[in-house]
């Protein structure tokens, strides 16, 4: 059973940092690419970060500089460290495959107050 578990969002303030994490189910976890995905209300989901399963990252312009995606692979876990943040940022996160898979996870909530 696939399951996708995100934890770790909030409510800071513009310039703050927060670190999400997301639990993965070893069965799909360790043969792909990893992202983190974000939808703002009224807007389409977005991949804002990846990561191969031999670490190799890509970001979406409006993050790269200030976000980190990694992963753990022995606790089948990736995790997005937000710096900067900006209101813009604002949005519910998800973790899922590259390209993503049928099941989403709850996500968590990212609010960033200016």
């Known amino acids: 059973q696939v399951q996708l578990v995100e934890f770790g969002g909030g409510l800071v303030q513009a310039g703050g940092s927060l670190r999400l994490s997301c639990a993965v189910s070893?069965?799909?976890?360790?043969?792909?690419?990893m992202g983190w995905y974000r939808q703002a209300p009224g807007k389409q989901r977005e991949l804002v970060a990846s990561?191969?399963?031999?670490?190799?990252?890509n970001y979406g312009n409006s993050v790269k500089g200030r976000f980190t995606i990694s992963r753990d692979n022995a606790k089948s876990t990736v995790y997005l460290q937000m710096n900067s943040l900006k209101p813009e940022d604002t949005a519910s996160y998800y973790c899922?495959?590259?390209?993503?898979?049928?099941?989403w996870g709850p996500g968590t909530q990212v609010t960033v107050s200016s």
């Open positions: 990561i191969s399963s031999g670490g190799s990252t």
């Open positions: 899922n495959t590259v390209p993503q898979g049928l099941h």
């Open positions: 070893r069965s799909i976890f360790s043969v792909n690419v």
